[in-house]
């Protein structure tokens, strides 16, 4: 589907809320929003609410309920891991497209726009590719013509069917890292340098004129200290202001939004900010993985509700902020949470010292959490003059 069906989709849903917002309940007939699904909810102010998911759950014939809350419940949908390089390109020269085209195909049948993930990582990458850096058989002149061949070809064969690309991904260090001062890091700097950013934002507009390309990153939800040597939200500020001033075709910013209740974290002020200064670029913005994690005490894990309780309250109240902003803001395109059930979440595998968990919106039983109808609520309470229909940009050249 064309981007231009795509966002004929959305005008529809807009259209088709917005006329049942205006028809007046009646007892034989009440109109009841909360029975609404986010996706739809979300469309009534032009935002798409999105999920990661697992192709690995998707095809599961055992947990058909994943598939029936992906397909309704969500307007986007984001490949969690089938369009990574290594899960395309396992073998030199062999693509994968299976899984990959079978989310693009899951989400025209089910009438939702395509997030696509990611083009430049430096995680989870070939082991051939790396292997070959390492060694020295594959120097860093063809390194930079992989590169472009790889975001040739995977943008042009989902060209029209994307509506955002995460081009670059999590380039910027992190104040703890060594050494403390901010810096692009990872794999792609070490053996390019930062110029690989620009490179391949204009590789992916060579292939997809039409589709909006994205840096994407963690930390960056609100400002801190404003100082870019130790502030990664201004650095990363800084760079998108800096490329496009070189006439980088930059689109949009997303902010991941992966937080953790034992953290402070920011008000919906703080988050609002910072996307409305992002938005003083001329980009989008939007929350591209967005799940509240609490850590899994042994009072959680037997089931203590005294602990488990101020966990649930805190996970809602931080999905409410970043969804509270993104509403605000006419830039904020797109909400997407980094899978919606914790029986299919990341953050245990992951998070295990100490362990992690309670991180997503739907229980393991797929029963909505506190945190989705504090999103629900969200959508259905807000409206103008504050919250009014979003502003996307045309891609830029």
């Known amino acids: 589907m064309k981007l231009r069906q795509w966002t004929t989709v959305g005008v529809v849903a807009v259209a088709t809320i917005a006329a049942l917002n205006t028809v007046p309940a009646t007892a034989s007939r009440p109109y009841d929003p909360t029975a609404q699904s986010l996706a739809t909810l979300g ?73 696509g993930h990611v083009l430049v990582w430096h995680n989870q990458l070939p082991g051939w590719l790396t292997s070959g850096v390492a060694d020295g058989s594959i120097s860093k002149q063809e390194l930079r013509e992989l590169l472009r061949k790889h975001i040739t070809t995977v943008v042009k064969r989902y060209q029209g069917k994307i509506w955002q690309w995460d081009v670059v991904n999590e380039a910027v260090s992190d104040p703890w890292d060594t050494p403390s001062t901010l810096h692009y890091k990872g794999f792609w700097a070490q053996n390019l340098g930062p110029g690989y950013i620009a490179d391949a934002f204009r590789w992916a507009r060579a292939a997809d004129p039409k589709a909006l390309l994205f840096y994407n990153d963690y930390n960056i939800e609100a400002f801190g200290s404003g100082n870019p040597a130790d502030d990664k939200t201004q650095f990363v500020y800084d760079m998108t202001k800096g490329l496009r001033a070189q006439g980088v075709p930059i689109d949009g910013v997303g902010s991941q939004g992966h937080l953790g209740t034992q953290y402070g974290n920011f008000d919906t002020l703080q988050v609002t900010a910072a996307l409305k200064k992002f938005s003083g670029l001329g980009v989008a913005t939007a929350f591209t993985e967005v799940d509240v994690r609490s850590q899994m005490t042994a009072g959680v894990q037997a089931g203590n509700s005294e602990e488990i309780n101020p966990r649930l309250q805190a996970s809602a109240a931080n999905f409410s902020v970043l969804m509270k902003a993104c509403l605000a803001v006419r830039s904020c395109l797109s909400y997407t949470v980094w899978g919606f059930s914790d029986r299919h979440s990341w953050v245990p595998g992951w998070f295990d010292d100490p362990p992690e968990g309670l991180a997503t919106i739907y229980d393991e039983n797929y029963q909505p959490k506190r945190a989705y109808q504090e999103l629900k609520s969200d959508l259905i309470f807000a409206g103008p003059p504050y919250v009014l229909p979003r502003l996307a940009p045309k891609p830029r050249r």
Do not use: C
């Not at 998707?58 to 947990?63: E, F, P, Q, R, W």
């Open 43 to 115: 469309l009534r102010h032009g935002l798409h609410v999105g999920t990661a998911v697992s192709i690995d759950a998707l095809n599961d014939a055992s947990d058909p309920q994943y598939r029936t809350l992906a397909s309704s419940e969500f307007s986007s949908v984001t490949a969690e891991n089938a369009m990574k390089w290594e899960s395309l390109e396992p073998t030199r020269g062999t693509y994968n497209w299976a899984p990959a085209d079978q989310l693009v195909d899951f989400a025209k049948r089910n009438r939702q726009s395509v997030r």
